[in-house]
């Protein structure tokens, strides 16, 4: 199997969105520019989402515009309607993401709708980025557990994962929204889809509030699972997932999977660099 491990850097998004303090969509653009000399081929920029919902990300527009793009990257953003992709089509975005939840607690409480309502909205922005040539990710959020509805029941996670899959998404990422899954319970899950699903269609999306992140990647990378999101500085958490802390840090990540023999092509030196500025952005 590959040694190589690619990073979605979600920082920018996950990163910042649940800062209370609106950040200058200036600074917005300088970390995604940075981050982008870090060496990453994915970076989620940003979300087309509900301006009333997640204020931060009200100026999504403009920071896409605002990047400089380098050749070969992917610059993403979070889509969760026809509207939010029409947003993100128009600021050229290379890749949309669109966002489930195994539970119906924590899908009514981000996106205002069921999990059965959310799969027929993401329908026709799967269509409609196909016919943009636009590549479309999925994501399945609360897969141990939630907020909301408590233990969740891998079985649901199948369900999503698969539903998202055949819609036409090229991965599905696995997202432990609120960061208390232990790797047991990674371990259970991952084994319950990679029934349905190859290690190559999945990503691994870990919040770190408990401290075990790094050994959920590990079980996963022994799954064959070789792209993870991870947000720079450890930055972010979801504003409907209360208590949940940021997303594993960027470079924790790298410099645990280098020690297990793996390699990012990322420069560790800007990395650190980077997550510094980063930090420096919440108030
Ligand atoms: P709703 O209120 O049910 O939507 O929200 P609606 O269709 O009834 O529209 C209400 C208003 O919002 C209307 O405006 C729409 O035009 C507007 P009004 O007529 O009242 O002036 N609207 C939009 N505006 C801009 N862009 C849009 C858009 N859609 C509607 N795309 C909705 C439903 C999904 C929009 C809302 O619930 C929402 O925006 N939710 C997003 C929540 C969010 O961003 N959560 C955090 C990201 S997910 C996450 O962090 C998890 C993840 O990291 C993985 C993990 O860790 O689990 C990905
Ligand atoms: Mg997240």
Redesign the pocket.
Same mark, same amino acid.
């Given at each position: 199997m590959s040694n190589r491990v690619t990073i979605y850097e979600?920082g920018p998004?996950?990163g910042l969105?649940n800062e209370k303090t609106l950040i200058a969509t200036e600074d917005k653009i300088l970390l995604v520019n940075d981050l982008t000399a870090c060496g990453f081929q994915k970076i989620e920029v940003t979300?087309?989402?509900?301006? &009333?919902?997640?204020p931060q990300?009200a100026d999504a527009l403009e920071v896409l515009e605002g990047i400089d793009r380098a050749n070969g990257v992917t610059y993403s953003a979070?889509?969760?309607?026809l &509207?939010?992709f029409d947003?993100a089509k128009h600021a050229l975005a290379d890749e949309v *993401?669109i966002?489930a *939840?195994a539970t119906e607690g924590f899908s009514e409480a981000?996106?205002?709708?069921s999990i059965d309502e959310s799969l027929t909205r993401f329908k026709p922005v799967v269509k409609a980025a196909k016919a943009a040539g636009i590549s479309v990710r999925g994501?399945?959020?609360?897969i141990t557990d939630c907020p909301y509805d408590g233990a969740v029941d891998p079985t649901s996670v199948v369900h999503v994962a698969k539903a998202l899959a055949e819609m036409g998404c090229h991965e599905v990422?696995l *997202?432990?929204?609120i960061g208390v899954a232990t790797p047991e319970k990674i371990e259970k899950v991952l084994d319950a889809v990679l029934q349905e699903l190859p290690a190559e269609l999945l990503s691994g999306?870990y919040?770190d509030t408990n401290g075990c992140a790094l050994d959920n990647i590990e079980v996963s990378l022994d799954k064959g699972i070789r792209l993870f999101?991870s947000a720079i500085g450890g930055l972010g958490g979801?504003?409907?997932?209360p208590g949940?802390t940021g997303?594993v840090a960027t470079e924790a990540v790298v410099d645990h999977v280098t020690k297990l023999g793996y390699y990012t092509g990322l420069d560790v030196e800007k990395l650190g660099d980077v997550a510094v500025f980063a930090r420096g952005l919440r108030r």
């Open positions: 979600v998004r996950d969105q979300s087309f989402v509900s301006p &009333k919902w997640v990300m979070l889509t969760p309607n &509207k939010g947003r *993401a966002f *939840a981000n996106i205002n709708c994501c399945v959020s609360v990422g *997202a432990d929204t999306h919040h999101d979801c504003p409907y997932a949940a997303n």
